[in-house]
């Protein structure tokens, strides 16, 4: 079975900051990862995915996850935040046996501050 | 519409009796799933489908039923509804496993 933790449930910061929202994961088999945001009253859209390749991937709005194997950890970063980024994020692991089904972190509040 | 849709957005019942949400998505995907949410708890599997006619258990299925007879379609039914359900509900479709899962836009479901 795969489990997911998200290490902080509410990260504040100021706009223009940089952000890191941090991901670990435990599986036991090859996993794929991802990235969702859900804003206010919305379902969730899938910000990055990695499934294979390179380890670096990157959203089209400034947002950069990196997994980490060794450490098992797919941390979201952004240099520089806007107010509109305010939302909460949810880590999310597939095991790549599995019926695509995904085990999710329990969510990180973003909060953007003028 | 395209995409996928959830009915009813809200929905306020009594403790006892039978809720079914219902979900249906226009892209033909194979893979369907109920998610609820719940603070500190992120989104939990309830169900999934891996195609009409196949479906099978999540993390959290008790309580609920689900039915799969047309590929686009996937109702999610609280049998007796308890207080312990009530949550935020969504459901999810892909196309395959390699594949994003795109999300409804959530049921808010109260159980008084």
């Known amino acids: 079975a795969q489990s997911v933790t998200q290490l902080d449930s509410q990260v504040p910061v100021f706009e223009e900051a940089p952000v890191e929202l941090r991901c670990n994961y435990s599986?036991?088999?090859?996993?794929?990862l991802f990235w969702y945001v859900q804003y206010p009253n919305q379902g969730l859209q899938l910000l990055l995915k990695?499934?294979?390749?390179?380890?670096l991937v990157e959203s089209i709005n400034g947002f950069e996850a990196e997994f980490n194997k060794s450490q098992t950890s797919f941390h979201l970063r952004k240099p520089s935040v806007h107010i509109s980024d305010t939302a909460e994020y949810f880590c999310?692991?597939?095991?790549?046996?599995?019926?695509?089904?995904?085990?999710f972190g329990q969510g990180t509040i973003l909060t953007v501050h003028p | 519409d395209a995409g996928i849709t959830q009915s009813p957005r809200y929905k306020i019942t009594e403790t006892g009796r039978q809720v079914t949400l219902m979900c249906h998505q226009t892209w033909s995907h194979s893979y369907m799933f109920w998610y609820r949410q719940d603070l500190g708890h992120g989104l939990r599997l309830i169900y999934y489908s891996a195609a009409a006619d196949i479906t099978d258990k999540g993390e959290v299925p008790d309580g609920y039923v689900v039915s799969r007879s047309k590929t686009e379609n996937f109702p999610l039914t609280l049998e007796s509804a308890t207080r312990s359900q009530t949550s935020v509900y969504f459901c999810a479709s892909t196309a395959g496993l390699v594949n994003e899962q795109f999300f409804g836009p959530g049921t808010r479901l109260t159980v008084l």
């Open positions: 599986s036991s088999v090859s996993v794929y």
């Open positions: 999310a692991v597939r095991a790549g046996t599995s019926y695509g089904k995904l085990t």
């Open positions: 990695y499934l294979s390749g390179s380890t």
